[in-house]
């Protein structure tokens, strides 16, 4: 069974249909790759499987569990994460805090220390500015932050909507390495990225999105050889 399937997924806007019948599965321990160009519905997916967004169709089961209709917050309680595009992180709280913010669904206070703990071990800088107010952060160092608040309710499966967006290429490399160590620590992960190539590289599999359709899909090594991909989406 899959740890995460959608089924026949259909979105729309007003009269715009933007998501048209997609279905994928993510299994435990992958990362999953979603890759298009902009505007391709790569977001709209994200939103719609984590709740913040109605589905007009379709199914989205977790764990054996239809969440189609389940409120983004009741997600996370059953294990679930989403890092949003953009970081979205509270610019006016500090990198504790905002931390803290991710661990609502928590209970066990001693659990949670030893969780901020393990955050803390993945983002040193992080440690290091955990006093400093958020919106005063880098844009590497916001990223971080947002993935290391997304951690901090310790999700079965963690969303990550563009986490190398705008960054330096030395943060690209570092946000990629981190995401290794998520997957390889047991989390899994479904990714959306414009960066083809870094995502690609690190993904077991992959789903190319166009026009909110689902056009390719398969092994994330044999997509980056292959030739329609390399032209559109590898500069190649």
């Known amino acids: ?21 997609v279905s994928f599965e993510v299994n435990e321990g992958e990362v999953i790759s979603l890759i298009g160009a902009n505007g391709a519905g790569k977001t709209t997916i ?12 379709g199914t989205v089961m977790f764990e054996g569990k239809d969440i189609t209709k389940v409120p983004a917050h009741k997600i996370v309680y059953m294990g679930m994460s989403h890092v949003p595009e953009g970081r979205r992180v509270f610019a006016q709280l500090t990198v504790l805090e905002n931390l803290k913010l991710g661990a609502y ?4 206070k001693n659990e949670l220390n030893e969780t901020l703990e393990k955050v803390y071990k993945s983002f040193p800088r992080l440690e290091e500015r955990k ?10 160092e916001q990223q971080m932050l947002a993935m290391g608040r997304a951690l901090m309710s310790h999700p079965k499966l963690i969303l ?20 290794k160590e998520i997957s ?13 190539k870094k995502a690609l590289s690190i993904a077991d599999r992959a789903y190319v999105l166009e026009t909110g359709n689902i056009t390719l899909s398969g092994d994330a090594k044999t997509l980056m050889n292959d030739e329609s991909v390399k032209k559109a989406y590898l500069g190649e």
């Open 105 to 108: 669904s928590r209970k066990d």
């Open 46 to 57: 994200l939103h719609a499987v984590s709740g913040l967004l109605n589905k007009t169709a």
């Open 131 to 140: 006093n400093q107010l958020a919106g005063t952060l880098s844009g590497g």
């Open 1 to 21: 069974m899959a740890m995460l399937e959608v089924k026949d997924l259909e979105v729309n806007y007003g009269v715009i249909k933007a998501i048209k019948g």
């Open 184 to 196: 390889a620590s047991g989390t899994t992960v479904l990714l959306v990225e414009q960066n083809a």
């Open 160 to 179: 990550m909507d563009e986490p190398s967006m705008g960054l330096s290429p030395i943060f690209v490399e570092e946000i990629f390495k981190i995401i």
